[in-house]
């Protein structure tokens, strides 16, 4: 077994080695497309990853945050096109 600090790490350690990885399958398609891997389907179920964004309460109303805010599940929402996505925000305590 192998530990990296990062997932990308990984995925270059792969292109060079007889390993292999699990990713989710837009990091995986994207892999594919600019390193000399292969990827697969794996036979398992996977649980659905959620991804969120927490911030400190003091910025739920300042206009630069919101903005930024949106900004960042736009991005994310593209980035998985085909998918539904939910958008959840919450703020934490300050």
Do not use: K
């Not at 990296?4 to 990885?21: E, K, N, Q, T």
């Amino acid at each position: 077994m192998l530990t990296l600090a990062h997932f990308l790490s990984a995925a270059m350690v792969v292109a060079r080695s007889d390993l292999v990885m699990t990713a989710t399958s837009v990091l995986a398609d994207t892999v594919e497309g600019i390193l000399p891997v292969r990827s697969v389907r794996h036979p398992l179920d996977a649980p659905t990853v959620t991804i969120g964004q927490i911030w400190d309460a003091r910025h739920d109303d300042d206009p630069a945050h919101r903005w930024f805010r949106q900004m960042v599940s736009e991005v994310a929402a593209a980035a998985v096109p085909g998918r539904r996505m939910r958008t959840r925000v919450r703020a934490g305590r300050g």
